[in-house]
Structures are given as structure tokens and as C-alpha cells.
């Protein structure tokens, strides 16, 4: 492409960037063309333009579906054994908030977990919900969030008899899973609505059918089984980000004949573009059909690479996996290099150096999302880089020293501070300087992104450790949603 007339731009920049050959270890699950052409879609991507088209005759509807797209959303229906199934172009988050918005009336509250994504937040203004939160536990060694217990949901079941609904994310953006099983039980002995916000795991439901429970095993336990399985009453799935369908297509499982599917249906034509896009309702409907022909063998090659990946680099000297045993989608690889006096974003830097793109940092950690377009050889770039940074690093006088350097993660990483209380937000707000926000109302979340998971909500108190974490963020050139500019945040003006 000719840049001569303008500067560098969004196009020319995915242009060069993918003229470096890089591997992907992030968001989107295809991981580029290969997939779609060893398929067979070669035509429809050669004619990608041409089938860039609106609702002409024959083209169906994607808000009343009754042909093609119909067609689609029942192959969604069978693939995930499920009641009824919704394509969305507005990715797993315009399918979260119609989802809250259906089981939860205006004015309601919600049980939810607090490291849930901004989207859930959004629905609560949106449908002027109160949040009732949920506290995930923190993994000891790495500092990360782990699971939402069913002892936490069970007591605010309890506490909370007017609560209409629970919803938590599982797997988490690390892929640590909750038990759904015994959460959905104990929510619907209550006669709740239980929502999974399964963003980070689409997958799952193809690694419990395509693979046997025996064969699916890494270090001796299973890859979770998905919330459908588990009996959650909706459950939405960005098959973008670890299956083959294009970024913002996701799909919305109902999974119970609990819920009004005429205003789940009126919520989601409220949150998704009147233009829904006929690109990624077709990347969608190319998912479908390649799990349907060749899930098996996809989800199996998937997973063998998967396995030699995790044997190899168990021999890496310096390199440690997180694994947090059988509630782990292994299919996230969270690497920690510590050993080598490396942080998070020491290691990503030299990842990146050698054209290997992570999807996410936190402290020590570099988390690789793989997904069903991943092939051999990126797994064995992969393990080449981390082999070359331990031989580099773990040589000779350096291997001594190892524990000296290591980093301090507790300093680099922060897990959301509970609160219980929500304080009312003043109407009368103010910007003030990052530094003197200790004690003050959020009025706007504060929002390191990714992942994209607010670390302070309107309402709660900015505390000290919160706020030294957020400059921390800031100075090591973070992105922070609702820190402006001149690193200010909003609080209620309270004289
Ligand atoms: C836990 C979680 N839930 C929901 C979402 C939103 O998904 P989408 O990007 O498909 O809208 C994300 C996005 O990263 C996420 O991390």
C-alpha cells in the first residue's frame, strides 16, 4: 500500500506488522488465513469486499432470523447441546449486558464477581442495577485472581433473598475456572438466573466432546468442563477470541427454559448495530462448519500441541507455568521468568523482539493466549525464545544470583481490595490529582486495560494501595481508563 499522500495510518500499520511473520499469542483464536484457507475458504477470502453486504433480499435477518442465519444459530444450538443460541457482532459484551438486562428488572440487584469484565459494570448503569460483589481468591505465589468460591455465592444468596441473578466469568482472563457445577446448583435452589461470562472459553465444550476425559489430561487432571455442561441458564462465548470466527463475533448460549426469550431478544437488538456486519456473521457461520467437519481432529492437534509444549518447557531451567491444577484451561500458558531477573515486561520485550505477540501482563506474568489456529511451529518459536533467555540468563555468575534478581511481583501486581460498602456518589463531581484521590468516591471507573477489569468502581473509596498501584501502572506506561491526561481522576465533590 502507497503511503506517499498520508501519514501512517491503521491499514498500513496491520500491513507491516504482519510482513514480519509474527505468531500470534493473542486475540483472535483463527490466528490468521492459513486456517480458513486449509479448509477450503480460500474464495471467501479472495472475495472478502464482495461479501461485505447489508440485509439484501435473501440475506436474512440477524434480529429475525428465519434462512441463513437461522441456519447458523441452530448449528450453534447442536454444536453446544444448548436450548437456543444467538450469533453477536458486538462481541460477548452486548450479549452480557442483554443478558443481565433480561434477568435482572430495572432497579434490581445482581450477585456478581468484582473482577468481572466492564461490560457487566455497564449493564449495571445501563439497567440501574445495584452490584451485591462477589471476592475471587488470590493465588498465593503469583498474586493473580483465582476462583469465585461456591461458599462466597452461597452466602450472598443467603444474605441477599431480593438478589434476581448471579453472574461470574469462568474461566478468568488467566483461565482459572469456578466450579459452575455446584454454584449453578446453589443458585438455583434459590430459583435464580445464573449468567457465565464465558468470554475466555468457547473452547471448553469442544475439549469435553472431541477429546476423551482420559485423553484430556495434562499433569493428571482435566481441562474444565464448560458451563453448559455445568447447567448455567446463559452462557456467552467470544468464539473470537480462542475458536476461528472473526474479532467482536461471539455467540450467546440459553440454556434453560427459565428465561423470556422475546426480551432477551429485544435487549440484544437494543446493545448490537442495526448493521450487523455479514463478514463476521460469516466468519461464524465458517466456525460452525469447521468444528462440525473437523472439530475432532482441530481440538486434537490443538491439544497435542499443547502437551509437548508443556513437557518441553518443563525442562526450561528458570521457567515456571503457572498451574493452578484442575481448575486451569491450560490452553492459556502464563509464563513467569522471574527466575531470570526478568518481569513481565522484561519477557514479553524479548518475546516481542522475536516477533511473538502475548495477549496480557500482570506483574511477573505473560500470558499467551493460544487458540485452534496455533500450529506447531508457533509453540516451537515459542519455546526456542524462552529456551535462548534461559541459557542467556542462567548461565555462570547469573544462575547465583537468580533470587536477588527476581522481581517483587506483590509490588508490580494488585489484587481488587474488597470493599463491602458502596458509598452514594455526590452529584456534584471533580478531577483531582491522582495523588490526592486516597479516601476519596470514584466517580468513574478506573480501569487498567487490558484486561479490562475495573480495579476501582464508582462509589468505592480510592484507597492508598490502590492508588499507588494505578501510579505504578501509569509510570511503567500502562494504559488506565479514567485517568486523564494530566493523571486526574474523577471523584464526588463532597463539600
Ligand atoms: C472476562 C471478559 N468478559 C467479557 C469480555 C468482552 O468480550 P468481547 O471482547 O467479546 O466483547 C472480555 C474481553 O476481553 C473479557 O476479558
Request: aromatic share 6%; with cysteine; net charge negative.
Amino acid at each position: 500500500m502507497s503511503s506517499m499522500h498520508r501519514e501512517k495510518g491503521i491499514a498500513d500499520f496491520l500491513l507491516q506488522h504482519r510482513e514480519g511473520e509474527p505468531v500470534s499469542f493473542h486475540m483472535p483464536g483463527h490466528k490468521g488465513a492459513e486456517l480458513y484457507k486449509r479448509f477450503g475458504y480460500e474464495t471467501f477470502l479472495s472475495n472478502f469486499m464482495d461479501c461485505d453486504i447489508t440485509e439484501i433480499h435473501g440475506a436474512d435477518n440477524l434480529f429475525q432470523a428465519e434462512s441463513i442465519i437461522k441456519y447458523t444459530m441452530n448449528r450453534y444450538k447442536e454444536l453446544y447441546e444448548v436450548r437456543k443460541s444467538y450469533l453477536l457482532v458486538n462481541g460477548t459484551s452486548c450479549g452480557l449486558i442483554a443478558a443481565i438486562m433480561t434477568a435482572v428488572k430495572p432497579g434490581g440487584r445482581l450477585i456478581m464477581a468484582r473482577n468481572c469484565h466492564k461490560s457487566v459494570f455497564n449493564a449495571l448503569t445501563l439497567g440501574n442495577i445495584s452490584p451485591v460483589y462477589a471476592y475471587p481468591e488470590v493465588i498465593k505465589d503469583s498474586g493473580i485472581s483465582g476462583e469465585i468460591l461456591p461458599k462466597e455465592i452461597e452466602r450472598l444468596l443467603t444474605e441477599n433473598p431480593d438478589a434476581e441473578a448471579v453472574i461470574i466469568p469462568s474461566p478468568n482472563y488467566y483461565g482459572i475456572c469456578s466450579d459452575i457445577k455446584s454454584i449453578a446448583e446453589l443458585v438455583h435452589q434459590k430459583g435464580k438466573i445464573l449468567i457465565v461470562d464465558q468470554a475466555h472459553g468457547a473452547h471448553l465444550k469442544f475439549f469435553s466432546r472431541f477429546t476423551d476425559s482420559k485423553d484430556n489430561r495434562e499433569d493428571g487432571h482435566l481441562l474444565p468442563q464448560s458451563a453448559e455442561e455445568c447447567g448455567a441458564d446463559i452462557v456467552v462465548n467470544s468464539i473470537h477470541k480462542t475458536l476461528a470466527s472473526f474479532t467482536q463475533s461471539a455467540v450467546l448460549n440459553v440454556n434453560t427454559d427459565k428465561i423470556d426469550l422475546g426480551e432477551l431478544e429485544d435487549k440484544l437488538q437494543m446493545m448490537e448495530s442495526t448493521s450487523p456486519s455479514y463478514l463476521l456473521m460469516a466468519s461464524l457461520d465458517i466456525n460452525a462448519d469447521l468444528l462440525g467437519r473437523s472439530g475432532k481432529s482441530l481440538i486434537q492437534e490443538w491439544k497435542y500441541n499443547l502437551t509437548e509444549f508443556y513437557k518441553a518447557a518443563g525442562k526450561i531451567e528458570g521457567l515456571k507455568v503457572i498451574n493452578t491444577g484442575s481448575n486451569m484451561d491450560w490452553t492459556k500458558i502464563n509464563l513467569d521468568m522471574s527466575f531470570c531477573g526478568l518481569s513481565g515486561h522484561e519477557l514479553e520485550k524479548y518475546l516481542m523482539r522475536e516477533n511473538i505477540f502475548v495477549e496480557l501482563v500482570t506483574g511477573n506474568i505473560v500470558m499467551c493466549m493460544t487458540g485452534i489456529g496455533n500450529v506447531t511451529k508457533d509453540y516451537e518459536r515459542l519455546l526456542q525464545v524462552l529456551r535462548k533467555i534461559s541459557e542467556t540468563n542462567m548461565s555462570g555468575q547469573q544462575k547465583e544470583a537468580e533470587n536477588h534478581a527476581r522481581v517483587d511481583f506483590a509490588k508490580l501486581s494488585k489484587d481488587i481490595p474488597r470493599q463491602e460498602k458502596l458509598h452514594e456518589i455526590p452529584k456534584k463531581k471533580k478531577h483531582v490529582a491522582l495523588e490526592q484521590a486516597q479516601g476519596l468516591v470514584c466517580a468513574l471507573s478506573i480501569i487498567p486495560y487490558p484486561p479490562g477489569i475495573p480495579l476501582i468502581c464508582p462509589g468505592e473509596l480510592i484507597s492508598r494501595e490502590a492508588m499507588e498501584y494505578v501510579k505504578a501502572l501509569r509510570d511503567a506506561g500502562e494504559k488506565v481508563m479514567g485517568i486523564d491526561e494530566n493523571n486526574q481522576v474523577l471523584v464526588g465533590d463532597q463539600e
